[in-house]
């Protein structure tokens, strides 16, 4: 029946002269007659034209019941083609038709040997390509801070550090190009991680247009990745959300990659995001040669004529000496020697002619230059940038001391005390963010875009972080993943009521971690691993104090615990663990041999 109904879909496409459903549109490529849709966009756009009494999802029927007020700001035409998985259009999970086809034609666009589209975003791709190739226990190698160089080195030493401690590497994860187009030598990259047998996984997000012109940087599969993710929409014209998953060479199980996709994407995706895809890959594959000359040359001219304003500094690849290259729709521009923020150089622009730049940073603004960038666009830029030296000289606007523009290095010394999974399970209190240094992290702090995480849960909380996060916060960056925006607490693990405290391999380091929120009690405790066996572990717990609210705090929140099998002279043996604990009214010195019952799954 799926069959037979997109064989008619075929013959109305193949019949019809295929002219633009909205005859005023003139930048539509199906103006042409004659010229023939593509394979996803076409089954849309014939099944949309059916006239169907419609008895299924979505509620608003094919328009008939859209929001009033929404379609006085979008029209009813969206509605019409915003349709279900109807036979016709086939199956993102199981493709057999318009978007078996259309995801061919985008690998072949792409140079991949298979290619999913997403309406989960890049994120999505993402995490499906770690569920793919890191299974439990296996090690994701990645870069902390994406814009640090030597990428290539770092990864060999990780997976030669892994083989010493005798774990693997499921796979290592690069970002290139970032928010501001660096691009990292996927190249040397690629050969490090395959002389492994290492798969690579490339975050392109910002790099779908990357090889379609001299200029632009090499794309990550044509130097060897494994698994790329783009954002479709950020640079070429898919809508916004719609992504694709690119697969190259052998080292990946693709249908273990297709089982994760379905675990992450949506069962009711959205066809027009998926035809948006297909639309976007129709676009550049007409005249891929060519199609981005004019956005590259404006932005080449852009930056020519920004180097000559005084005071006007441009982000370019001499800065970056150990990267290959930087895209060149991607220009950064300082504001440092302006005396003003990124913040502050921003809202001048935006102001005062309208300008709105991409990203924003303590010292830098963003421009991402595209298929849809004018000569006036440009032209009205350099307007602008005039305006902000202006505006600049005036001595009451320079309200930012030197001070101000110290770099911060929040990722000099990590430290991860638990593991994302574990700290996102433990329990967790809110402290006021000047106790917080020394403790561990409850929360993904992240100062977005771009987009790099500065604490992330399990990670013990430095200065250094906190202050970059401050000062971010005071010159106006929006930092996600707080559960206080004003930064003025953070959440932290309680590890004395969290079960994985005394689970197997916890360490000294981490019982003093979680006790150093009382600095009025001096105290000296810690747990080791005394033996082990099948279904017990025993423990030793030595201390000079032992204060009684941190053992009963202990006690209250293991319930799992059954019994001693020992205790130490100087306590009654007693079969309750919290009674045990609540004796404990003064600092002893001795210690206590636990024998502690775990449920199975907590046994290593």
Not at 274 to 284: E, I, N, T
């Amino acid at each position: 029946m799926a069959v037979a109904r997109r064989e008619d879909v075929k013959r109305l496409l193949e019949v019809e002269d295929c002219v633009s459903i909205d005859q005023d549109d003139s930048h539509s490529f199906q103006t042409v007659k004659g010229y023939k849709l593509p394979p996803l966009v076409g089954a849309l756009r014939a099944s949309a034209k059916e006239n169907a009494a419609s008895f299924h999802f979505p509620g608003h029927n094919r328009g008939q019941a859209a929001p009033l007020v929404f379609t006085q700001l979008i029209g009813k035409r969206p509605y019409l083609h915003d349709l279900p998985e109807l036979p016709e259009l086939d199956n993102l999970f199981n493709p057999e038709g318009p978007i078996l086809e259309a995801q061919e034609k985008a690998a072949e666009l792409f140079g991949a040997s298979e290619t999913w589209f997403l309406v989960g975003g890049s994120t999505c791709g993402i995490q499906a390509a770690i569920m793919a190739t890191c299974s439990p226990g296996c090690h994701l190698i990645l870069p902390r801070n994406s814009h640090i160089s030597a990428v290539s080195a770092m990864v060999e030493k990780a997976i030669e550090e892994l083989k010493m401690k005798g774990e693997n590497a499921g796979a290592v994860l690069v970002v290139s190009p970032t928010y501001h187009g660096i691009c990292s030598n996927i190249t040397e990259i690629s050969q490090v991680c395959h002389s492994h047998n290492i798969p690579l996984i490339v975050d392109e997000a910002h790099g779908a247009h990357l090889g379609f012109h001299r200029l632009l940087p090499k794309s990550a599969l044509s130097q060897g990745a494994d698994l790329v993710i783009q954002s479709t929409h950020k640079v070429l014209c898919s809508l916004t959300q719609s992504s694709m998953l690119h697969m190259s060479r052998n080292l990946v199980n693709r249908d273990k990659v297709c089982r994760c996709l379905q675990t992450v994407q949506s069962s009711s995706p959205s066809y027009l995001l998926l035809a948006s895809l297909d639309a976007a890959r129709a676009q550049v594959s007409e005249n891929k040669e060519n199609v981005f000359n004019e956005a590259v040359e404006l932005a080449v001219e852009a930056k020519r004529m920004m180097n000559e304003i005084p005071n006007i500094s441009v982000l370019d690849i001499a800065s970056f000496p150990q990267f290959p290259a930087i895209d060149p729709l991607r220009v950064t521009i300082g504001t440092k020697l302006l005396g003003l923020s990124g913040f502050e150089a921003d809202d001048i622009l935006t102001k005062g002619v309208g300008l709105v730049s991409e990203l924003v940073g303590t010292q830098s603004i963003t421009l991402a230059f595209n298929l849809g960038t004018r000569k006036e666009h440009v032209l009205r830029l350099i307007f602008g940038l005039k305006h902000l030296v202006t505006v600049s000289a005036d001595t009451e606007c320079t309200v930012y001391s030197e001070n101000d523009y110290e770099l911060v290095a929040p990722f000099g010394n990590s430290n991860m005390s638990l593991s994302p999974r574990e700290a996102f399970f433990a329990d967790k209190r809110k402290v006021a963010i000047k106790d917080s240094i020394g403790q561990i992290s409850g929360e993904l702090l992240c100062p977005y875009p771009p987009g790099i995480p500065v604490l992330i849960p399990g990670e013990v909380i430095s200065e250094a972080a906190l202050d970059y996060l401050i000062h971010l916060n005071s010159k106006g960056a929006v930092i996600t993943g707080a559960s206080d925006c004003s930064l003025s607490s953070l959440l932290v693990i309680n590890l004395f009521l969290s079960r994985c405290s005394l689970c197997p391999g916890y360490n000294s380091a981490k019982v003093k971690q979680c006790i150093k929120h009382k600095p009025e009690t001096t105290t000296n405790i810690y747990m080791q691993r005394h033996s082990s066996g099948n279904r017990y572990f025993t423990r030793r717990l030595v201390g000079n104090t032992i204060p009684a609210q941190y053992a009963a705090a202990v006690a209250d929140s293991l319930d799992t615990v059954s019994c001693f099998s020992r205790l130490a002279d100087s306590l009654d043996t007693v079969s309750c663990f919290s009674r045990i604990f609540e004796q404990i009214k003064k600092p002893t010195s001795n210690f206590v041999d636990l024998c502690v019952y775990f449920r199975p799954q907590w046994v290593s």
